[in-house]
C-alpha cells in the first residue's frame, strides 16, 4: 500500500499562485501514475491535472490549462502541482491520488486507488 500526505495549501489572492506537494511512501512510485483532484464544499471530485510513470505524459483539466502544471520527482517520491493565476472559484479541497493496480490512470476518480488526506486552498476575491 502507499500512503500519499499533501502539503502546499492555503490562503492566496485571487491571480496568485500556490505550489502543492504530494510525498509518497513506498519503494514502488516510479510505477504509478498520479494525478491531482478537487472537490469544492456540495461538488463532486473534479478532476485537474495527471502524469504519467515517467513524467513524459501530462493531461489537465480545460478550465486549467496553461495555469497549472503537473511534475514529479521520482527520486524524491513526489509529485507536484504547481497553480498559477488562481480564481476564486477554485477554492475546494485538493487530493493527490495514485493508480497502485497498474494500467493507465484516467481522468475518473475511480481510476484511482490511493488518496490522501487533502490540502485545502482558498482563493479570496
Known amino acids: 500500500q502507499v500512503q500519499l500526505v499533501e502539503s502546499g495549501g492555503g490562503l492566496v489572492q485571487a491571480g496568485g499562485s500556490l505550489r502543492l506537494s504530494c510525498a509518497a511512501s513506498?519503494?514502488?512510485?516510479?510505477?504509478?501514475?498520479m494525478a491531482w483532484f478537487r472537490q469544492a464544499p456540495g461538488k463532486e471530485r473534479e478532476f485537474v491535472a495527471r502524469i504519467s510513470p515517467r513524467g513524459i505524459v501530462t493531461d489537465y483539466a480545460d478550465s486549467v490549462k496553461g495555469r497549472f502544471t503537473i511534475s514529479r520527482d521520482n527520486a524524491k517520491s513526489t509529485v507536484y502541482l504547481q497553480m498559477n493565476s488562481l480564481k476564486p472559484d477554485e477554492t475546494a479541497v485538493y487530493y493527490c491520488a495514485a493508480r497502485i493496480r497498474g494500467g493507465v490512470g484516467g481522468m475518473s476518480a475511480p481510476d484511482y486507488d490511493g488518496w490522501g488526506q487533502g490540502t485545502q486552498v482558498t482563493v479570496s476575491a
Open positions: 513506498g519503494r514502488t512510485f516510479t510505477s504509478y501514475p
